[in-house]
């Protein structure tokens, strides 16, 4: 059986989701928890389900393209 690797928009999805997670999460401030979070940004732009969403964030990075050029080396 095969490994399923997911789409290319719901990996830009997963990217979005992470930034937009990582702009406004503040530990130990329950008005800007990960739940706080999805309650008033995520789920009313994505419709997606809090257990997605913690997947989403729990969901390792692909490896960077081989190809991309350096801009410091």
């Known amino acids: 059986m095969s490994k399923r690797h997911p789409h290319q ?6 990217k979005t989701i992470r930034a937009i ?7 130990g401030n329950q008005a800007k928890c990960y739940s ?4 008033n940004i995520i789920y009313p732009r994505y ?13 390792p990075s692909p490896p960077p393209d081989p190809r991309q050029l350096e801009l410091f080396p």
């Open 36 to 39: 706080a979070i999805w309650r």
């Open 47 to 59: 419709k997606i389900s809090f257990r997605t969403y913690w997947s989403y964030l729990n969901t």
């Open 9 to 14: 928009s719901t990996i830009e999805r997963v």
């Open 21 to 27: 997670t990582e702009k406004f999460y503040e530990r």
